[in-house]
């Protein structure tokens, strides 16, 4: 079983930058794919962008492309997510998963490992 921890979450101006980061403990297998998820108050859970552990090309929501840009770190155990030029519909609950098939799939319910999650709010 993998335990997750996010942090880097916070309150920035529109137009601002945060860095989330996840801490994996636990095996990680080398076909995982790692994501990113947020939920803002009363919306479902969406996808973000993930990466596979080992290989493949990160992958991306559309309205995070050329802001976001997640990556790894494999010797710390990490992953993260650079966020850039934030808009104050980027406010949610940010959540990193782990889904142990691997691929490309966005859907929350093909990842089984979750974190607590990191809070990230984005004023005008």
């Known amino acids: 079983q993998v335990q997750l921890v996010e942090s880097g979450g916070g309150l920035v101006q529109a137009g601002g930058s945060l860095r989330l980061a996840c801490a994996a403990s636990?095996?990680?297998?080398?076909?995982?794919?790692m994501g990113w998820f947020r939920q803002a108050p009363g919306k479902e859970r969406e996808f973000v962008a993930a990466i596979g552990w080992t290989l493949g090309t990160p992958f991306y929501e559309d309205s995070v492309k050329g802001r976001f840009t997640i990556s790894r770190d494999n010797a710390k155990n990490a992953v993260y997510l650079q966020m850039n030029r934030l808009k104050p519909e980027d406010t949610a609950a940010y959540y990193c998963?782990?889904?142990?098939?691997?691929?490309?799939?966005?859907?929350?319910?093909?990842?089984?490992?979750w974190g607590q999650g990191t809070q990230v709010t984005v004023s005008s």
């Open positions: 998963a782990v889904n142990r098939r691997g691929g490309t799939v966005k859907s929350a319910s093909e990842f089984s490992s």
């Open positions: 636990g095996r990680i297998f080398s076909t995982s794919t």
